[in-house]
């Protein structure tokens, strides 16, 4: 009897173990991805798709598509894994050991599959963990060294997937700063497409690793299979997409292993970052809104919680600022309801002030002769008006002109013999080394020790990674800098969120270089770009959006003429295209009009009203502004309780434009009520304001209103009645 016990409290822990030749399932609520052995005992990729059950899964003809392509074998495109094993042998033969299933909890299964070197006691096991509610699967492979020496790994990707379709077409986000998020679809062509970063720190800076790959024709919004990926890292990555002369497509992600070959030592395992990644026949809409109710609820710290809206002073004064000045954005910051004001750059360094960009980073003392009396005073000023208080830290970086650069010349990443490659004017810290690891943990600590009442970080990184040497690497691992680098801030990160799990932490990236799912796990929110015009955020914000979820997209209302594209846009469009994400603003607000104070202190009243439904809701995306002049999109609650639509039209249209807004998401059978919210001085909804259309109404006969002016909008809140 005992001993049953035990076998069953085994098989609880670990779930099941399966071996020979029943297929390997791997399941959400509506898609399964399909294994099989062959006789070779490769395991092969068989199915990916819509949802089947296990005894068609059974009756799946096998493929031959290897769950790990691997190089010097039969196999002559891009492979998955190249290792040099320790006696110089070049190739790499993987079979089948086990397979081991493990319920975590009601929505997550992880099933890994173990796989070994027909000859060399090299490992690799394959994981899934699935999210079957949201329809995510994660995917990441692990190479272990069971050989008495060395292992080289050349490439060693995350995940390996096939497909067999007519066409392929490939949307990927690219840009540069100020300038992100450009969205591009091209067919696939025979031979290797590779989206890739080689940044290593602020890796994103000209191109995200996330993308929808459509089978046999263009990604469509609300229809069409198509595939939505990201890799979870916040380094270089790759995503290689490789059509053979069988119009087989492969698709195989992972670190970017380019310069970044990898020593793995004798009894080592090198883990690799997850592949998120959803199959849908509905479009892009479907992925995203699978992707965004995940990262609320696993991708993105505190992700369920309302996010804060907040006054930031950097585009209001850049470094010139004092108790005054600042006093005076927190008071404004208050009267108008934002919840909570960001102090930016230019704080700190005494005897290298941080008065421009050339100076201080690395020094972070408060500055005396700008602040005399401390941060504490703002925290002080902001607690008198019931409002918090958050700084700007760039915690991983260093100017020359600092006293930590003079102490530690060594703790930078640069290469030897080489002059020093200056961007932005400063350096990046080399997190590979232990010690500076403890130095960045323990500037953040002090900054939140020494004035209690910090309740926000802006984490800002303004570089990329050039002359990728360390000091502290040995000279035989120079190339592990990318993954060490990486390894370090995670240290770092973990080590002060265990520290701070209340504080909000933004990532910021002199824009969008860190927006990733390998982040986000310790930050609250991102910085999308440097960027506030409101046209060119239009566009920014629908490319973060595919994959990220609104409540982390900061969106700030900022300065007028913009202070990157100089256009002059009307107050209520900057707030209207700010609203549809975690509002912010970046104004001098003695430069404010009264009346433009009023307007902002309403409209953001009527975000308040609305952020529930923005924050939480299902993003459906109505017109593309890829497509059309005029852009809409909306958010729906869960429950389709409720629901806020907005539209913007992007230049003068002289005849008027009357294209018709066919809701999505609602509940046919429900009445809701239309009001119009962040009235401007005229409205385009008269027919519609203050009365109530059913769902089914709305999403068939749809919303006409009439639009005709440059950078016009209007936003309306639906609530079921
Ligand atoms: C980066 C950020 C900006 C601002 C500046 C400060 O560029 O993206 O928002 O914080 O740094 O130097």
Redesign the pocket.
Known sequence: MIKIFILLAVFMMFGSVSAGNAPIVIRTKNTCLVYKVNDQQQVCQSYFGNSLNDKDCEVIPLANDAIVLTFGGNYVFQPALRAVHSDGNTSTDLIFGRTETKRLNDNQTQTDIYLKDSYFAFQVKVSFKTYEKEDIIAQWTEYSNGEKGTVTLYDYASSCLSFDSPKYYLTDYHGNWADEMHQTERLLNRGLTTIESRLGVRANEYGHSFFYLALDKPAAEENGKVIGGTLAWPGSFALHFSVDNWDKLRMITGINSYAGHYLLESGETLATPALLYTFSDSGKGTVSRRFHRWARQYGVYNGSKPHLSLM?N??AT??KFDNQILSGIINAAADMGFDLFLL???WFGSKYPRNN?AAGLGDWEVNRAKLPDGLGYLVKECQKRRIKFGI?L?PEMVNPHSELYEKHPDWIITQAHRDLDLS?NQLILDLCNPAVQDYVFNIVDKTMTETPGISYI?W?C?RFVTNSGSFYLPKEKQSHLWIEYVRGLTNVLQRLRAKYPEVVIMA????GGRIDYGSLPYFDEF?V??NGDPLSRIYIQWGVNQFFPAICTASHVSVCPNHTTGRTMPLKFRFDVAATGKLGM?LQVNQMTDEEKTFSKQAIKDYNSVKEVVQFGDLYRLLSPYESNRVALMYVLEDESRAVVYSFLQEKDIHGNTQILYLKGLDPNAQYKLTEINKGSHSRLNDWDGKTFSGDFLMKHGVSAYMSDEYESFVFELRKI
């Open positions: 930031n950097w585009e850049y470094f930016d750059d230019g960009d700007w760039e932005r802006k800002d303004n910021c990236s002199g824009g910085w770009s440097d970046d």
